[in-house]
Antibody, heavy 122, light 108 residues
């Protein structure tokens, strides 16, 4: 069974940092691109960042560029996002989501993890 | 960036009825790069349709997608009780990928 499990969310003060992780299982992680997508409380979905299977291609939404860094460790079947200079508007559930096999561009997302909540507040 | 506008915002229907959800793009989408997702309360989104009309693995055939250019439609032919949820469209033909604001399908 394909599974994505996020962790690392929590309460952080504005200007603070947090690192989210996503543990993948049930598929050949190193063959797939991965993404982070977020959803503010009661709001819609926002794509945040993309990383290709070999980390050669990385993209960010303008809203997080320069503050967030996506990475992956294929040996550990894990995806990460380092979030710095956090703002109140970064408060959201953060989902990791798999892209299609072998693509180097943002595509559809399937499946998604269950999400981890990040709250930025003083 | 491409803005996706979904309509209606809320759709009230009964089980057994047909649901038609619309997604309109501010610019023409290359190669029908549009997906649809279903999200139930407290759950992650689930992929229903990609490439505007291709059902994802395990999705019942009562779900169908159509459209091209700027106008896309998700149709649920006969609503089941488990279909009542929020539905989002997503375009991935132009960076950044963007989502519509969602259509809430509620039981009448």
């Amino acid at each position: 069974e394909v599974q994505l499990v996020e962790s690392g969310g929590g309460l952080v003060k504005p200007g603070g940092s947090l690192r989210l992780s996503c543990a993948a299982s049930g598929f050949i992680f190193s063959s797939y691109s991965m993404n982070w997508v977020r959803q503010a409380p009661g709001k819609g979905l926002e794509w945040v960042s993309f990383i290709s299977s070999n980390s050669n291609y990385i993209y960010y939404a303008d809203s997080v560029k320069g503050r967030f860094t996506i990475s992956r460790d294929n040996a550990k079947n894990s995806l990460y996002v380092q979030m710095n200079s956090l703002r109140a508007e970064d408060t959201a559930v953060y989902y990791c989501a798999r892209g299609p096999l072998g693509v180097v561009v943002i595509s559809w997302f399937d499946p998604w993890g269950q999400g981890t909540l990040v709250t930025v507040s003083s | 960036e491409i803005v996706l506008t979904q309509s209606p915002g809320t759709l009230s229907l009964s089980p057994g009825e047909r649901a038609t959800l619309s997604c309109r793009a501010s610019q023409s989408l290359s190669s029908s790069y549009l997906a649809w997702y279903q999200q139930k309360p407290g759950q992650a989104p689930r992929l229903l349709i990609y490439g505007a009309s291709t059902r994802a693995t395990g999705i019942p055939d009562r779900f169908s997608g159509s459209g091209s250019g700027t106008d896309f439609t998700l149709t649920i032919s006969r609503l089941e009780p488990e279909d009542f949820a929020v539905y989002y469209c997503q375009q991935y033909g132009s960076s950044p990928s963007t989502f519509g604001q969602g259509t809430k399908l509620e039981m009448k």
